[in-house]
């Protein structure tokens, strides 16, 4: 049983315009997947369809096996948990600790763990100085860092992303990166993140792209990001080492880990060995 | 007039729990008509230092000085409407800021609130969205029913609308997909260029600091801790390492190559330029 499973949906915000159309997709039990695709694509509407804060009009999405309605909803999104774009939107507590606390206090976890809960993903997420500060009165960054936290700290089964790090910094970018990939191996956690980071995209098990409301590739991130100019098409952009590989293949150099960077180093400098 | 900051100071909620130290005696010079990047890790002061530029946020200690104008916490800011006329500051997030029926009114509103007459605010408006990419298919929509990029596109022609000489930009790529992020940076070069516009860019993006910008300052806990221009930071010196950040896409490759021996100059400009040097190598020309 597949944890995300979507068959034909469609969903338009008014009629003449469709978001979503006929897309259908699944995402396996502890994968990493990425969803990517132009601004306007349809991403954030269908991670707003699976967790039902968005009405589908036609189509189905099974969580677990379960069909999302009016009757699922609740039980379905104690499953998943959700980072937005913009922290603001989710942020309740007055405090960091507070908020962090909320989102535990409504899973039922025990009051004597929830400061030690609370303390040790405050911590993973480097905002530990800042447990007393109002959320709302943090930077971007800081609030994206507290949103991730106070969502990790619930240990959900599935975790969706929707550009939940684009206001970090590049390190403060590959902190949180690694801390969710520890949890994703820990605890089988399956990863749906809405992304433009192509490097993100390359590290993951699975990418979906998506175009005008439609998916248009699927499959395994190292084979789907090979073709530069229907990437640039698809208004996205090709990982650098792609990019560097075919200015390379134009000069007669034919390179077999377009799409790794270290695998193409390591070719490169075998070449430069060898004459 | 330059813009300049003078050992400024600034508190959040001052004599409260919540105090906080944002910018610590900042001394810092922008220099005028180019594209100065700021970077620095999260909550490093980047948003409360350019939140200064429009008078936001007045210093608590010290002075701002920005073109013609002079802001202390010792003196009354007068009008500064017509400050803001001439500094246009764009938030993160900044489509969140969006309220009018349609795309076009709410592109027009800030013209309107600067005197400009209806008509002429609506051709600048039209200019402005064409600028950033929207045609008029997109005059008539509801600014609520398009996705975050675009919503984006629609804040930044609010502010390019009103014509600026210095454009204040925190974080404007931030969620935009690869193509809409370039064209964004290429606007900006063009109305540097072009209109001689004075630009500064909250940024993450290395790559974009290399590629787009002049000069850069480095912001770590309320403190500049450089102010170069982007070639001497990248290419002399150590300052790029000692800031521990990560490096653009390009400067990564040519480094992870020299290590394996290649001999290649980090200076290379672009990456044809870098596939040929590695090609040179690669066959011992």
Do not use: W
């Amino acid at each position: 049983m597949n944890p995300i499973e979507v068959k034909d949906l469609n969903f338009s915000y008014d009629q003449h315009l469709d978001v979503v159309k006929d897309v259908s997709f699944t995402v396996e039990r502890g994968s990493y997947t990425t969803l990517i695709g132009h601004n306007g694509s349809g991403k954030s509407t269908i991670a707003k369809l699976i967790i039902g804060l968005l009405e589908k009009e036609q189509g189905s999405i099974l969580i677990d096996g379960e069909e999302l309605n009016n009757e699922t909803v609740e039980s379905i999104r104690r499953k998943i948990g959700i980072v937005f774009q913009n922290p603001d939107n989710q942020f309740i507590g007055a405090t960091v600790r507070d908020d962090i606390a909320f989102g535990l206090e409504n899973h039922q976890v025990d009051p004597k763990d929830m400061d030690a809960i609370i303390e040790k993903y405050a911590g993973e997420v480097g905002m530990i100085e800042y447990m007393n500060h109002e959320p709302t009165r943090l930077s971007g960054g800081q609030k994206q860092r507290v949103a991730i936290a106070g969502i990790l700290a619930m240990k959900p089964e599935i975790l969706i992303l929707d550009e939940a790090t684009s206001m970090l910094d590049p390190e403060g970018k590959e902190d949180i990166n690694s801390l969710v990939k520890q949890l994703h191996k820990e605890n089988n956690m399956t990863i749906l993140s809405i992304t433009h980071d192509v490097e993100e995209v390359m590290k993951s098990d699975h990418v979906i792209v998506m175009y005008e409301g439609r998916i248009v590739k699927d499959g395994v991130p190292s084979k789907m990001m090979l073709n530069e100019q229907e990437l640039v098409r698809l208004k996205l952009d090709a990982p650098y080492s792609v990019k560097l590989s075919n200015e390379l293949s134009k000069l007669g150099i034919k390179l077999k880990n377009a799409g790794n960077m270290e695998g193409m180093v390591d070719e490169l400098c075998q070449l430069l060995l060898k004459k | 007039m330059p813009i300049a900051f003078e050992k400024v100071n600034y508190i959040y909620a001052p004599k409260t729990p919540f105090q906080y130290e944002a910018l610590k005696c900042i001394d810092l010079a922008i220099e005028l008509n180019k594209i100065t990047a700021i970077i620095g890790p999260t909550g490093s002061g980047k948003s409360t230092l350019v939140q200064h530029l429009n008078a936001l946020l007045v210093p608590t200690d010290g002075t701002v000085y920005i073109l013609d104008r002079e802001l202390s916490s010792n003196q009354k800011n007068k009008d500064l409407k017509s400050l803001r006329q001439r500094v246009g500051l764009v938030f993160q997030f900044p489509e969140y800021q969006l309220f009018e029926e349609t795309i076009l009114k709410d592109v027009m509103f800030g013209p309107l609130n600067f005197k400009m007459s209806e008509e002429d605010a609506r051709q600048k408006s039209m200019t402005a969205l064409t600028m950033v990419g929207l045609d008029e298919s997109f005059y008539e929509r509801s600014p609520l029913d398009i996705s975050g990029g675009q919503k984006r596109r629609v804040a930044i022609a609010g502010i390019l609308a009103i014509n600026p000489d210095v454009l204040v930009l925190d974080e404007p790529t931030a969620g935009l997909d690869p193509q809409g992020a370039k064209s964004m940076m290429e606007l900006f070069v063009e109305l540097n260029r072009k209109y001689k516009k004075t630009i500064l860019i909250v940024t993450h993006d290395m790559d974009h600091v290399l590629n787009y910008c002049d000069n850069v300052v480095v912001m770590k806990k309320g403190e500049v801790i450089t102010h170069q221009q982007v070639n001497d930071f990248f290419f002399k010196g150590e300052s790029v390492k000692e800031i521990e950040m990560a490096l653009p896409q390009r400067l990564r490759v040519v480094e992870a190559l020299r290590e394996k021996g290649f001999k290649l100059d980090s200076k290379i400009s672009d990456i044809k330029e870098l596939a040929n040097a590695i090609k040179k190598e690669i066959s011992h020309e």
